[in-house]
């Protein structure tokens, strides 16, 4: 079965400081790997995802993540917070070889503040 | 703009009623996912279809939930006898399309609360 960790369920960051949020996965196969924020009441947007491709993954909103495969991890990060980054994001997992399904299993997500 | 609509935003019921949520993709897609978000948690998968048929349940999908997709575009999710641990976002989803790389795309959500 995979899975997804996300150490810290809150994070806390300064207005123009380093995004770091963790996200380390389990998985048999190869994984395809993602991450989506969700806004206050809304559903979820993708920010990112990696494809087996590039191991840097560039996303929406200046934000990018690597894949690190001896470390089981895909850390989302972005050099400059913005205030409006402020949300919840959360790290999800799907298996590349169960082609026609894509069930993705989620995080328990973390919530970014940013401080002014 | 989401390429999935559902409706209702938003229910409140009291706990016993029976509550229907609808979700509407924009864009045809063979195949539809039900997640379930509860508050401080992560989508959680409930059920997806590919076309009419429903391939796939959760073991969160107890028999008082019924979801169907009649003619392999919109789908429905039911709550029969709705209990307070019903409460929770109702999310719906579909593959984004022109990709296979196993992404989806989720609508803004159904959130039910049940007094």
């Known amino acids: 079965a995979q899975s997804v960790t996300q150490l810290g369920s809150h994070v806390s960051v300064s207005e123009g400081a380093l995004v770091l949020l963790r996200c380390n996965y389990s998985?048999?196969?190869?994984?395809?790997l993602f991450w989506y924020v969700q806004y206050p009441n809304q559903g979820l947007q993708l920010l990112l995802k990696?494809?087996?491709?590039?191991?840097l993954v560039k996303g929406i909103n200046g934000f990018e993540a690597e894949f690190k495969k001896s470390e089981t991890s895909f850390h989302l990060t972005k050099p400059s917070a913005h205030m409006s980054d402020a949300a919840e994001y959360f790290c999800?997992?799907?298996?590349?070889?169960?082609?026609?399904?894509?069930?993705?299993?989620f995080g328990t997500g973390t919530r970014l503040t940013i401080i002014p | 703009d989401t390429g999935v609509s559902q409706d209702p935003r938003h229910k409140i019921t009291k706990r016993g009623q029976n509550v229907t949520f609808r979700c509407d993709p924009i864009?045809?897609?063979?195949?539809l996912y039900w997640y379930r978000q509860t508050l401080g948690q992560g989508p959680e998968f409930l059920t997806y279809?590919?076309?009419?048929?429903?391939?796939?349940k959760s073991r969160l999908l107890s028999d008082r939930f019924s979801a169907e997709r009649p003619k392999g575009s919109f789908s429905t999710l039911e709550i029969q006898r709705t209990e307070q641990g019903d409460s929770a976002m109702y999310l719906c989803?579909?593959?984004?399309?022109?990709?296979?790389?196993?992404?989806?795309?989720f609508g803004e959500g159904s959130r039910l609360t049940v007094l």
């Open positions: 989803a579909t593959p984004a399309r022109g990709t296979n790389t196993g992404e989806l795309f």
């Open positions: 999800a997992v799907s298996d590349q070889s169960n082609f026609g399904n894509e069930k993705l299993t």
């Open positions: 279809f590919q076309n009419e048929a429903q391939l796939e």
């Open positions: 864009s045809e897609h063979n195949r």
């Open positions: 990696y494809t087996s491709a590039a191991t």
């Open positions: 998985s048999s196969v190869p994984p395809y």
